[in-house]
């Protein structure tokens, strides 16, 4: 095998016997160090756009339900930067039991709902670490597109990143052949436990870079890495809770988020930081404004309904838990009767808190339109870019 290639701060690329050059990343942390000085503006500015979202978090009457929301609209648009059609209304229809009519690829970002909520449930009782992340991988891959390439286990042959039915000799990138894989995510891991000198934003934005270069599995490594930011915020105590999904920044700039990726294997790591860095403060100040637009909807809504008795506020709250509905899940949600059900639903219409979204006479479903588009919206159209 011929050594003598390309290196940089990152690491090496290296020709393979078959013709082509996998990249060999260096261990971490990236050496010559990564400039703080330079970083250091943005990681104060992310650093207060992070705990004014907590505080305002924290004022919510039930922050789960919140972080339930965000964890639906993280799974959406990670998926969606990796193809998906389905939007945030499709995986609640789907919550609800209403799969009729919807995207083929629900059920995946389904399984991506359920994966990071694995992960944040497993943080209570195992570290961080490879096992954690081979969990998350299996569960984010069960039962669908894809599902037949070794959910859960690091990959064990060449893996290539390029447009859609590229071969390798076409990719856009080669991760490190899988006889590399053992070291790399052995020293992954031993950084992801490290404090460092490294702020945790800096931590966490490098260890992304590092995965995605990496690449351990045969797919799903995009919205796997994109998690792992997420659970690493949690892990190390930036987030009090996990409010803080990047999918929306790096959807609306999927060019940038790729090409700042491909830098960092020429040595670049200041510019994907930047980009990084940016990524989390807008982010936070979204997620602020939005959590701040619902203390002001909830208040104003359930003063609406103050008219109507206990039972009409009691489905206001739980229309946070659960925005699109039918009168079973009504019912049973309340414990009352189906006619109960059903006119406590007619109030809320009435109240234009409701909306009717099939225009069937039998079998209807209910939307909660004001909250479910404090998440949705401002979701725009992207070009078909690179597979993984």
């Given at each position: 095998?011929?050594?003598?290639?390309?290196?940089?701060?990152?690491?090496?690329?290296?020709?393979?016997?078959?013709?082509?050059?996998?990249?060999?990343?260096?261990?971490?942390?990236?050496?010559?160090?990564?400039?703080?000085?330079?970083?250091?503006?943005?990681?104060?500015?992310?650093?207060?756009?992070?705990?004014?979202?907590?505080?305002?978090?924290?004022?919510?009457?039930?922050?789960?339900?919140?972080?339930?929301?965000?964890?639906?609209?993280?799974?959406?648009?990670?998926?969606?930067?990796?193809?998906?059609?389905?939007?945030?209304?499709?995986?609640?229809?789907?919550?609800?039991?209403?799969?009729?009519?919807?995207?083929?690829?629900?059920?995946?970002v389904v399984n991506h709902v359920a994966a990071m909520n694995h992960g944040l449930r497993r943080l209570d009782t195992l570290p961080l670490s490879l096992r954690l992340i081979r969990e998350i991988h299996g569960v984010l891959m069960s039962g669908v597109r894809g599902s037949e390439r070794t959910p859960g286990e690091f990959r064990t042959s060449q893996n290539w990143i390029g447009t859609a039915g590229a071969h390798l000799d076409e990719a856009s990138f080669v991760p490190p052949p899988p006889h590399e894989l053992t070291r790399l995510l052995g020293d992954l891991e031993r950084f992801l436990h490290e404090a460092g000198p490294l702020p945790l934003l800096v931590h966490a934005g490098v260890a992304h870079a590092q995965f995605e270069t990496i690449h351990p599995f045969l797919d799903g490594n995009g919205r796997v890495g994109r998690l792992l930011i997420t659970l690493l915020?949690?892990?190390?105590?930036?987030?009090?809770?996990?409010?803080?999904?990047?999918?929306?920044?790096?959807?609306?700039?999927?060019?940038?988020?790729?090409?700042?990726?491909?830098?960092?294997?020429?040595?670049?790591?200041?510019?994907?930081?930047?980009?990084?860095?940016?990524?989390?403060?807008?982010t936070s100040r979204d997620a602020t404004s939005t959590a701040a637009s619902i203390l002001v909807m909830r208040e104003d809504h359930r003063r609406d309904l103050e008219d109507l008795g206990p039972n009409a506020i009691r489905l206001m709250d739980r229309l946070f838990e659960q925005p699109v509905v039918n009168v079973a899940w009504v019912q049973k949600a309340l414990g009352v009767s189906w006619p109960t059900a059903n006119k406590l639903i007619t109030q809320l219409m009435d109240r234009a808190l409701l909306a009717e979204v099939t225009g069937h006479r039998r079998n209807r479903v209910f939307r909660y339109a004001a909250y479910v588009d404090l998440f949705a919206e401002r979701e725009p159209d992207l070009s078909a870019g690179p597979t993984s």
């Open positions: 095998m011929d050594q003598a290639a390309r290196q940089s701060r990152s690491g090496r690329y290296v020709n393979q016997l078959t013709g082509y050059r996998a990249f060999v990343p260096t261990e971490l942390p990236p050496e010559p160090p990564v400039d703080l000085a330079r970083l250091s503006p943005l990681v104060s500015a992310a650093d207060q756009a992070i705990g004014r979202l907590d505080g305002v978090a924290r004022m919510l009457p039930n922050p789960d339900l919140f972080v339930a929301m965000y964890v639906r609209r993280e799974a959406v648009l990670s998926s969606q930067i990796e193809g998906t059609q389905s939007s945030l209304d499709d995986v609640l229809s789907f919550q609800l039991g209403e799969p009729g009519g919807l995207p083929r690829d629900v059920d995946e915020l949690v892990h190390g105590g930036v987030l009090e809770r996990p409010v803080l999904y990047l999918s929306y920044f790096l959807k609306r700039h999927r060019a940038e988020y790729y090409d700042r990726l491909m830098a960092v294997r020429d040595g670049d790591w200041e510019g994907w930081l930047d980009f990084f860095l940016r990524g989390v403060a807008e």
